[in-house]
C-alpha cells in the first residue's frame, strides 16, 4: 500500500485517528486503532450492533443488512454498521457509546475538556539549617522563616495538627523538604521527590466514585467505587433521612461509615499509585446535599421537612483530621456550593463538566442517579432553572428481581429482530441479571413489540404463561443462564421503571413547561451519570423517559459530576465558576407545584408508539 492510497480514519470523541488501506471495513479499522465496537455476530452483519456515524468522508453504498438493520431515520444522520462500511475517502466518525464494549467506555468521559491545572495548594522547596545551641529556634519558626524567606509573604502559619507532625517529619526529610502551602498556610512536608496528590469524590446515593490526581498536572493517577456504605440505612435519600429522625444516633453512624468507606478508597488509591496518604494535600467532595450533611454529620431534620431547608449550602473548607481523612496533616476538603433543596454539588460539578452555563442553545442536563437533577439553560437568560427528581435506584438494577449492577454477565442490551431475541451481556459473559441499560431496553422492546400495553400491564395473551400468579416476560431460561436461574421481568418490575421514569419525565415536563419551552425547541440535551451514558437513547425515548427529539441533539457525557469535582480539585478557576454557577441557578421545587401529582400520573404512562415511530424509525 503506498501512503496515497491509505485513508485516515478519526474515531470521536475517543481521539483516536489512524491510517488504513480502504479496502478494509470500518470495524477492522476501528480494531487496529484499539477501539472495540460491540459486535456479537464477529462482523456478519447480523446483529446491527457495531453502529457508527459518519461526520464527514465519503463511505461505500448502504447494504441490504444495513438497510435492513438501520431504521430511516438512523440511514438519514448517515449511521453505518461499522463492518458492512468501508472508507472511500478521509473519514471522520462519531461512536455512540452504546456501541462500545463496556471496558472501553469511560473513555466517552474524554469529550469534557479538563481545564488548565491552576491548583490552590502550592510547593516550595525548602531547605532549613539544622538546629545547634547557637540556633535553637523551634521547628515551626525554623521552617516558618524559611517559607517566609522563599515565598516572599511575611504572613505564613500553620495549623496545631501540622506542628504536632512536623519534628519527626522535618527530621526524616533530614531538613530539606517540599512544603504544601494553601493561602499561606503551611499543611504539610514532601521529600523532594514527591509530588501533591488531591483527591476527588463524587458521594452518590448509592455509589462513591473516588480519583486520585497529581495536583500540578491534573493527571488521574486512579480511580475506584464502591457502594455508599450508608445503604443498610436506606436506599435512597428519604428513607436514610427518615431513619435520623427515629433514631438521631444513626446519623452519627452513618457519618462514619461513608467517612470510612472514603477513607478506604483514598487508601486504596495511593497504594495503587505508589504513592503515601501525606501526600494527599486537598479533596474535593461533591454530593446531593442530603449526602453532603450525612457526610458532615449536620442535623437533618429542617432538610426532611417542607419547605427542605439546608443547614448551609455555601462552599466549604473543611480540616481533613475533622472528617477523619488521612491526607496532609493540615489537609482541606472543599465542598462546593449546593444550589437548593436536595440539587447539591453534584449537579454545580455536572453543570461545570459539561459546560451546561456556557451553552449558546436552549439545552437541558440531566444527570440520572437514584436523585436525578434536570437543569434547564436558556440562552441569554442570567439564571439556570433547576428541578430534582426522586427516581430512585431502579435504573441502577435495585428493586428489580433480577436486576444487577453493572458487571460482568449482566445483561445491558436487548433487541427483539422479526427472527429472534438478542441479548448482549457485559463481558459477553453468560447471562446473570440485568444492569440499567439492559432493563430500559428490555422495557422498551416488551412494550414496542405488544407484550406490554400503555399503562405497563402485560398483555397477558402474548406471554408464555398467561395464567402465572405473578405475570412475567423470560429473557433467559434457568438452563441458558449463567446461575442457572431464569432472567426475567416481572409485572412489579415494569411498575418499578414505571415509577423511575415517571418522576423524570415529569420533571422534565413541569421545567420546561413553568419555562414556556416546548420539547421540540430543546436543541440540545446532555445526559449524565454511569447509567445515562450507557443506556440506548432509542430505549429512552421509547418509554417516554425522555422527549422525541432526534438522536444528534443528544450528547452522553459520562459521569460529569465526578470529572467536575476533579476539576474543582485542581483549579481555583473552575472552583470560582462552580461558585458563579450555584448562584445563577435557580431551584424549583417540584412536589409543591399544583400540577406535579398529575402530570407524575400521566408520565407513568408510556407514550403512543405511532407517536414514537415518527421520531425513531
Ligand atoms: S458486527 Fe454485527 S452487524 Fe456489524
Not at 468522508?57 to 438501520?70: H, I, R
Not at 440505612?233 to 429522625?245: F, K, M, W
Not at 439545552?363 to 436525578?372: A, Q, W
Request: glycine content about 8%.
Amino acid at each position: 500500500m503506498t501512503p496515497s492510497q491509505a485513508v485516515t480514519i478519526q474515531f470521536q470523541p475517543i481521539g483516536k485517528r489512524i491510517q488504513v488501506d480502504p479496502q478494509i471495513n470500518l470495524l477492522e479499522a476501528a480494531r487496529m486503532a484499539g477501539i472495540a465496537l460491540t459486535s456479537t455476530c464477529g462482523g456478519e452483519g447480523n446483529c446491527g450492533q457495531c453502529r457508527v456515524q459518519v461526520i464527514s468522508g465519503s463511505v461505500s453504498p448502504f447494504t441490504e443488512a444495513e438497510k435492513f438493520l438501520l431504521s430511516e431515520a438512523e440511514q438519514k444522520e448517515s449511521y453505518r454498521l461499522a463492518c458492512c462500511t468501508r472508507p472511500m475517502s478521509d473519514v471522520c466518525l462519531h461512536i455512540p457509546p452504546d456501541s462500545l464494549d463496556s471496558g472501553q467506555r469511560l473513555q466517552i468521559e474524554s469529550v469534557l475538556r479538563p481545564p488548565v491545572a491552576d491548583p490552590l495548594v502550592q510547593t516550595i522547596e525548602v531547605q532549613c539549617p539544622p538546629p545547634t545551641l547557637a540556633d535553637s529556634r523551634s521547628d515551626w519558626t525554623r521552617l516558618r522563616d524559611e517559607v517566609a524567606r522563599r515565598s516572599g509573604s511575611a504572613d505564613i502559619f500553620a495549623s496545631s495538627a501540622f506542628i504536632q507532625a512536623l519534628p519527626p517529619t522535618i527530621r526524616q526529610l533530614n531538613w530539606r523538604v517540599q512544603v504544601l502551602l494553601r493561602k499561606g498556610e503551611v499543611i504539610g512536608l514532601l521529600p523532594l521527590s514527591s509530588k501533591p496528590l488531591g483527591l476527588a469524590v463524587d458521594l452518590g446515593t448509592t455509589k462513591i466514585a473516588a480519583a486520585l490526581l497529581e495536583l500540578e498536572s491534573g493527571r488521574v493517577l486512579a480511580t475506584s467505587g464502591a457502594p455508599n456504605p450508608q445503604i443498610s440505612y436506606g436506599e435512597d435519600v428519604v428513607s436514610r433521612l427518615v431513619t435520623i429522625q427515629r433514631n438521631p444516633a444513626g446519623g452519627q453512624k452513618m457519618a462514619e461509615l461513608v467517612r470510612q468507606g472514603i477513607n478506604e478508597l483514598l487508601l486504596d488509591l495511593v497504594k495503587r499509585a505508589a504513592a503515601v496518604p501525606e501526600q494527599v494535600a486537598e479533596a474535593c467532595i461533591v454530593g446531593n446535599t442530603a449526602m453532603i450533611h450525612l457526610l458532615l454529620g449536620w442535623p437533618v431534620r429542617q432538610l426532611a421537612l417542607a419547605p427542605y431547608v439546608a443547614a448551609s449550602s455555601e462552599p466549604l473548607e473543611v480540616f481533613a483530621a475533622a472528617l477523619d481523612f488521612r491526607l496532609a496533616p493540615g489537609g482541606r476538603v472543599y465542598i462546593p456550593p449546593a444550589i437548593g433543596g436536595y440539587v447539591g454539588s453534584d449537579h454545580v460539578a455536572m453543570i461545570l463538566a459539561s459546560e451546561l452555563d456556557q451553552s449558546e442553545r436552549i439545552t437541558l442536563g440531566i444527570d440520572i442517579g437514584t436523585n436525578t437533577e434536570i437543569s434547564l439553560r436558556i440562552p441569554g437568560k442570567e439564571t439556570l432553572m433547576a428541578v430534582s427528581c426522586a427516581s430512585g435506584p431502579a435504573f441502577e438494577g435495585a428493586h428489580i428481581r433480577d436486576g444487577m449492577r453493572a458487571a460482568s454477565g449482566a445483561i445491558e442490551k436487548v433487541r427483539f429482530t422479526a427472527q429472534e431475541m438478542q441479548i448482549t451481556t457485559i463481558d459477553n459473559e453468560p447471562p446473570i441479571g440485568f444492569c440499567g441499560s439492559g432493563i430500559l431496553d428490555a422495557v422498551a422492546e416488551l412494550y414496542r413489540n405488544g407484550y406490554l400495553l400503555p399503562n405497563g400491564r402485560f398483555d397477558r395473551h402474548k406471554l408464555a404463561q398467561p395464567e402465572a400468579a405473578e405475570p412475567r416476560f423470560v429473557f433467559v431460561p434457568a438452563e441458558q443462564s449463567g446461575n442457572a436461574r431464569e432472567i426475567a421481568l416481572t409485572q412489579k418490575d415494569i411498575n418499578e421503571i414505571q415509577l423511575a421514569k415517571g418522576a423524570i419525565q415529569a420533571g422534565i415536563k413541569i421545567l420546561l413547561e413553568v419555562n414556556q419551552i416546548a420539547p421540540e425547541q430543546v436543541e440540545e440535551v446532555i445526559v449524565a451519570g454511569a447509567f445515562g451514558s450507557y443506556l440506548h437513547l432509542p430505549s429512552a425515548i421509547q418509554i417516554g423517559l425522555f422527549p422525541p427529539l432526534p438522536r444528534a441533539r443528544y450528547r452522553q457525557v459520562g459521569n460529569a459530576a465526578a470529572v467536575g469535582a476533579q476539576w474543582m480539585l485542581i483549579s481555583k478557576q473552575a472552583r470560582k465558576r462552580a461558585e458563579e454557577i450555584a448562584r445563577r441557578t435557580r431551584y424549583l421545587e417540584l412536589t409543591t407545584l399544583p400540577g406535579f401529582n398529575r402530570q407524575f400520573a400521566v408520565a407513568m404512562h408510556f407514550p403512543p408508539l405511532e407517536e414514537k415511530n415518527e421520531t425513531l424509525e
